[in-house]
């Protein structure tokens, strides 16, 4: 089976993943400490505020498995996609600086438009291999555990956002869902299909 094939029979899937995706995204964000920020930087809750704090960050976390399902499942369309498709075997100053060399089984992977320095091919890869064993806590293989550690330091001064990639608090759990939706804004079929087209050179 090509490339285009391929892209072609996923297709119904993927839009299916899409909007049952889309119904999640407006059920319970995860609750943001910006509003106990004071003027100095610092997080300051009382003991109600702490007390719903987590009682919200609690109901938040218990979507993160039926989102990761869904996420989980585009990347490994995805993953597999370049698994089998990819003729990439060069390793960009950003692959290399995440641990990829040229002509290894990730290279394939090193491809597409560079998200905070980290090229979309590894974040698909990185976010299949967390999702698939995210009750092992951080990813043992040394590429996908730094794709992680580059998005955690991306977003260690983002309140809202900095603990999304704490792959083990407040407990091992999957985070594809960050990975299709904040990362790779995977929000409908079209930014898939050009993403994918792009990474796999099919017109």
Same mark, same amino acid.
């Given at each position: 089976? $090509?490339? =285009? *094939?391929?892209?072609?029979?996923?297709?119904?899937?993927?839009?299916?993943?899409? *909007?049952?995706?889309?119904?999640?995204?407006? #059920?319970?964000?995860?609750?943001? !400490?910006?509003?106990?920020?004071?003027?100095?930087?610092?997080?300051?809750?009382?003991?109600?505020?702490?007390?719903?704090? @987590?009682?919200?960050? =609690?109901?938040? !976390?218990?979507? =993160?498995?039926?989102?990761?399902?869904?996420?989980?499942? @585009? !990347?490994?369309?995805?993953?597999? /996609? !370049?698994?089998?498709?990819?003729?990439?075997?060069?390793?960009?100053?950003? *692959?290399?600086?995440?641990?990829? $060399?040229?002509?290894?089984?990730? $290279?394939?992977?090193?491809?597409? &438009?560079?998200?905070?320095?980290?090229?979309?091919?590894?974040?698909?890869?990185?976010?299949?291999?967390?999702?698939?064993?995210?009750?092992?806590?951080?990813?043992?293989?040394?590429?996908? &555990?730094?794709?992680?550690?580059?998005?955690?330091?991306?977003?260690?001064?983002? #309140?809202?956002?900095?603990?999304?990639?704490?792959?083990? +608090?407040?407990?091992?759990?999957?985070? *594809?869902?960050?990975?299709? &939706?904040?990362? #790779? &804004? +995977?929000? /409908?079929?079209?930014?898939?299909?050009?993403? @994918?087209?792009?990474?796999?050179?099919?017109?």
């Amino acid at each position: 089976m $090509s490339a =285009d *094939a391929y892209l072609r029979e996923t297709e119904p899937a993927v839009k299916g993943l899409l *909007a049952l995706l889309a119904y999640y995204d407006h #059920l319970t964000p995860p609750p943001s !400490l910006a509003p106990f920020v004071d003027e100095q930087g610092v997080v300051k809750l009382n003991r109600a505020e702490a007390k719903g704090y @987590m009682h919200a960050l =609690d109901d938040s !976390l218990a979507l =993160d498995t039926a989102k990761a399902v869904l996420a989980g499942s @585009m !990347l490994q369309i995805a993953n597999k /996609a !370049l698994q089998e498709h990819s003729a990439n075997a060069v390793a960009s100053a950003a *692959a290399r600086a995440l641990g990829v $060399s040229a002509g290894d089984a990730c $290279s394939r992977f090193a491809v597409g &438009r560079e998200i905070h320095g980290i090229p979309a091919g590894l974040l698909i890869y990185a976010g299949r291999v967390q999702y698939n064993h995210y009750e092992e806590g951080r990813p043992k293989h040394h590429v996908a &555990r730094a794709v992680f550690d580059a998005l955690l330091k991306h977003y260690s001064e983002d #309140l809202s956002f900095d603990m999304a990639y704490e792959l083990e +608090w407040p407990a091992p759990r999957p985070v *594809a869902y960050y990975i299709v &939706r904040h990362e #790779l &804004r +995977w929000l /409908a079929y079209g930014g898939y299909e050009t993403d @994918m087209r792009s990474m796999l050179a099919v017109p």
